[in-house]
């Protein structure tokens, strides 16, 4: 990277299933003016606008960023749009802070969103095609198989999952914008809830939410001055990468993708992580499917292969059992999941940590936390690292 | 007082043309004749199912045409209980990968003829095809799969087509 950049200002709504008060741009909007007044800026001190959302097919608006350019203060400046299906969160954050780290603007405003009660993602992503069988049944029916064959390769208890489905859960109850606040949860429940998806249990599957969520990336000067205006702290950004890799090719192993792999080491390099769970005091990923944390806890190289679901299971990504390395605080996409929005949630979170902002859900003394994305059939991928200190 | 009107929904349609391209029209129009055509790559020499024209790791065409079995292997699977929109199948269903036999890339198909608490990785399968008068070019002239008979392919044999 060139120039320092830092998250100065944080803005997000609260998931819902239907924010019928609401349009796509009034959604937009409660989060962007949250995160200008996050940084004691207005729309007028903006210099670019860039906005991801998953694919225009949920919604059916088509090219929806030139229709909020008016919502999003962006008209007369340049508006950007990010497209990289679930991880689209993530992505469009680091686009945004791009632009800052090569100079080019002084603030930008990163918006991300889905609103799911005006669409139907299941649909969306089941449409017939004649070269394809109509059997997926949204995305819980692409990610099965790999779960199972994660599950037959590990070696790993039947249980992990419904254990991650628990813990985020619990997650979630510590953090008022989740969607899911379920305080009866327990294993008991989750094993009880329907089998949607063998082996996924209806409760080990993400909501369907609407919610938005903006970031300002300043520069350092940018940083100083939102710092002396509010007494808020910035989160620096000490690394971002982004890979992706071809959704069918022979030989690919979606359960530790590589471009997964690639794209941790190219992050760990820029950050100077050399040991992941001892460099990181929490992480935010992208675990829609419970069985996605043990599998990303290898992917990111938090363990060795196949060992993911041992940490899972003695509670060292968990908050409330006092683990060394909690993952999904804020309860994670198993709590809240406005698509587009997901991946900078994520990272998002990750910045709330080590400006010390993040409440209920805090980590004591969070200095350097992780933000994962993934999206499409695993093969977007998009990450980055965020400190309390300086780069 | 009547409550105002904040929101409707409006339900829309869209039809649309599919322009399938050559590679896939060497594959639709051998479903059409119930065959599964492959398509290998020149350099790496894995042979690609419903290939879409080129190998996506050596970026080179697949000129080369391959006609497959109908029987394969069940790499992993996963057991569908959940309704949607556009549904034509009765839930619950197996919806399994399968490798077919000298392909090198495995694809979505239904499985029956199976109890589904019967169903399993390694599980091998033969290809049950529409009558001949309602074949098509299109993925609907696959019936669905059922065991074959054969005993299970062991693990090593696909564990990198999962
Ligand atoms: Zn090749």
Known sequence: MSERCAVIGIGQTVAKSKREDVSIAGLVREAAVMALEDAGLSFADIDAVVVGKAPDMFEGVMMPELYLAAALGAVGKPMFRVHTAGSVGGSTAIVAAHLVASGIHQRVLTVAFEKQSDSDAMWALSVPQPFSSPLLAGAGGYFAPIIRAYMHRSGAPRDTGMKVAVKDRLHALKNPYAHLHLPDISLKMVEDSIMLWDPLHYLEACPSSDGAAAMIIGSEKAAAQATSDTGRPPAWIHGMAMRSEPTMFAGRDQVNPQAGRDCAADLYRQAGISDPRADFDMAEVYVPFSWYEPMWLENLGFCAEGDGWKLTEAGATSMIEGGDIPWNCSGGVLSSNPIGASGMLRFLETALQVRGMAGEHQVADARRALGQAYGGGSQFFAMWVVAADKP | ?162
């Open chain 2, 1 to 162: 007082m009547t409550e105002p009107v904040t929101m409707m929904a409006a339900t829309t349609r869209l039809d649309y043309v599919f322009t399938a391209g050559v590679a896939q029209s060497k594959n639709l129009h051998g479903l059409e004749e119930g065959k599964f055509i492959g398509q290998r790559c020149p350099k790496c020499k894995k042979v690609y199912t419903l290939s879409r024209g080129s190998c996506p790791v050596d970026g080179l065409p697949t000129d080369e045409i391959v006609e497959l079995p109908n029987t394969g292997t069940v790499t992993t699977y996963c057991v569908v209980n959940v309704p949607f929109a556009g549904q034509s199948i009765e839930i619950p269903y197996i919806c399994a990968q399968i490798l077919l036999d000298g392909a090198n890339l495995s694809f979505m198909g239904l499985i029956q003829e199976i109890p589904i608490d019967q169903i399993r990785m390694g599980l091998r399968v033969e290809a049950v095809w529409v009558e001949p008068d309602e074949l098509g070019p299109t993925m609907a002239s696959v019936k669905y799969f059922r065991p074959s008979g054969e005993p299970d392919a062991e693990f090593d044999s696909y564990k990198e087509y999962l």
